[in-house]
Nanobody, 123 residues
């Protein structure tokens, strides 16, 4: 069992930055792939980024070059640094854990989810 708690969301102006954090509890954190997803009002859950157990990182095309995913296995933490934010990045951002460790982009591949943190980018 893995429990995930996100933090770091908020209101930021276009072009600004935020760093989201996700604290994980449970054993064998380092063997999980950790993903970030987002969901805007009226839309489905969208893949943002993932960090596999082996250290590979994956990004959605819409955020590549602006967002950076990282993890600290010693602290059971995963982060999402978001730069050059745009109004279209406004959404609830979720942290998720994938026990297969692959870092896939499909939400159904992840067994555990946090409660989400709101990110709002004003124009």
């Amino acid at each position: 069992q893995v429990q995930l708690v996100e933090s770091g969301g908020g209101l930021v102006q276009t072009g600004g930055s935020l760093r989201l954090s996700c604290a994980a509890s449970g054993r064998a954190f380092s063997t999980y792939a950790m993903g970030w997803f987002r969901q805007a009002p009226g839309k489905g859950r969208e893949f943002v980024a993932a960090f596999s157990w082996s250290g590979s990182t994956y990004y959605a095309r819409s955020v590549k070059g602006r967002f950076t995913v990282s993890r600290d296995n010693a602290k059971n933490m995963v982060y999402l640094l978001m730069n050059s934010l745009k109004p279209e990045d406004t959404a609830v951002y979720y942290c998720a854990a994938d026990g297969y460790g692959l870092g896939r982009s499909e939400p159904e591949s992840y067994e555990y989810w946090g409660q989400g943190t709101q990110v709002t980018v004003s124009s």
